[in-house]
């Protein structure tokens, strides 16, 4: 099996593992400081429209310093006098420092009917802001980062859904009125780029399910996007449809559907590739390489005109995704808990850490399986051996089952792989270096490497280790990042074993793993 399908699979199985049964309605990702949230009526892990407004809610308050939760605008039931909602988002990231940071931009449940979207952008905020103080990597893309997230973009429409009806628009009741549960504008066909350009790309009729609306950007959700997007993200790219963006654009838009298994990226109006095809296929498969989705771009599903997608990367030049999640609309809890949530969390973890370069980056190696042995997860006296351990690959890509050798990414060996050791009360750098290949020699694609960190001079506090490879073309890859704690008086515990309790449900060809019972003084991780 080729390292990256390999390590994929352990990923998957470790998180899994890690994933707590929902008896409680909580979700996984999210603080145990939250209170329980209200599910969709049959899918209690799905949070509805109100119980998104209200975790965010809370989470800004938990996190004042590092969310803020804002509103950008209205659905159109609310712009109408009819009820509705505000458009809200959250913004996360650490208010000190640098003002100008590289942006990501989350945004989900577009469609109304595509339960899982909301679930996971939610997940992956609460994810963040729970583990700023303990997870280095997660520290250090809150200091770096600005993540925008719009939970619902649709949440008129959302509304209908969670009657169990499938509702796919927006609910301007302008359009089919004469029949109730067919109104409203298909928002991923409403956008101003290439709107009503490709045949069969949307619909003029207004009963159909992908409805462009009456005009280009009719609609108030359409509109407070497009808006909210151009006060984000500069323009890198000249008026022409042949223009590229520079190479050194920042910021990233992660669009994300349901269902499919898919990762997706421009043109979706043309079967030509976008002039970043190439990089935009590179990240394509590197974020595929997380989940396990089949990647191309976005045309290969069918045709589409005004779609976010490509208003994002055509009018900006700011890359753009969609994730199309699943493996159905109204996807299962368990579906949902044991694969969609466990394998995006890292694809979107990734997509943070390359939104300062996300067209040069992606190129670089990964670093996998990151550890610190000795350090464990508690402080250790000065002098402590600490062995730092990776495995680093040029080659971390998902491609489709008949793809060419010819088509594939072009992969480098491995020249070095750097590591830096921070002070994390003021990010002053105590110890550098170069971690060693464990043969010898770099001279492959993919290399276990190690050093062993001196730790005899650090002062008691906590440090966090950071680590990039860099192939033989000069390109380095996204950093990642462990902590440690150094404290003279400590005593190292003695960690015993856990106590194993494992249970197994099938039905339908699925089985859920519930290891929620077991025991341990610790956190169980794997």
Known sequence: IPLNEAELKRKRAKARSTTKSDKQNTNAYVSANLPL????????????????????????QQFPNLAEWKTVGESWRKANGQ????????????????????????????????YATAALTMEFAGYLLSRYETDADVNWVLNEREIHILFVMNPDGRKEAEKGLYWRKNANANFCPESPDKIGVDLNRNFSFKWNT????????ACASNFRGDVAASEPETQVVESYIRSLFDDHRGAA????????????????????????????????????????????????????????????????????????????????????????????CEVYQQQVLPTNI???LYAAKVADAPYVKPAGPNVIGLRLQGAGQFAIPAGTEIKLTATVSDNFYQYLPDEVDSAKESVQSIDRVEYVVKNADDNATILE??????????????????????????SEGDYHVFVTAIDSSGQPGAVSARKFTINNASEVPTNTAPEAAFSVECAHFLCVLDASDSQDDQDIIE
């Open 241 to 332: 449809d042949t223009d590229a963006a520079d190479l050194n654009t920042q910021g990233l838009h992660l669009d994300i559907h349901s269902y499919g298994s898919l990762v997706v990226w421009p043109w979706g109006h043309d079967s030509n590739a976008a002039p970043n095809g190439p990089q935009l296929q590179t990240l394509g498969r590197k974020f595929a390489a997380f989940n396990g989705y089949r990647a191309f771009q976005a045309v290969g599903m069918y045709p589409t005109d005004g779609t976010i997608d490509d208003f994002v990367y055509g009018e900006l030049g700011i890359p753009s995704f969609v994730f199309e999640l699943g493996t159905q609309f109204f996807e299962t």
């Open 83 to 114: 009820g509705g909602f505000d458009l809200k988002v959250l913004v996360l990231g650490n208010q000190q420092g640098q003002e100008d940071k590289p942006k990501l931009l989350l945004q989900s449940a577009m469609h109304a009917r595509e």
């Open 433 to 458: 270096g170069l971690l060693l290949p464990e043969d010898g020699l770099y001279d492959t694609v993919t290399e276990e490497v190690y050093i062993n960190l001196a730790t005899a001079s650090l």
């Open 346 to 348: 890292p694809a979107l």
């Open 37 to 60: 949230f209200e599910g969709i009526p049959g899918y209690s892990c799905y949070p509805t429209v109100e119980a998104t407004y209200a975790m965010a809610e809370a989470l800004s």
């Open 198 to 205: 490709t045949e069969n790309g949307s619909s003029g009729e």
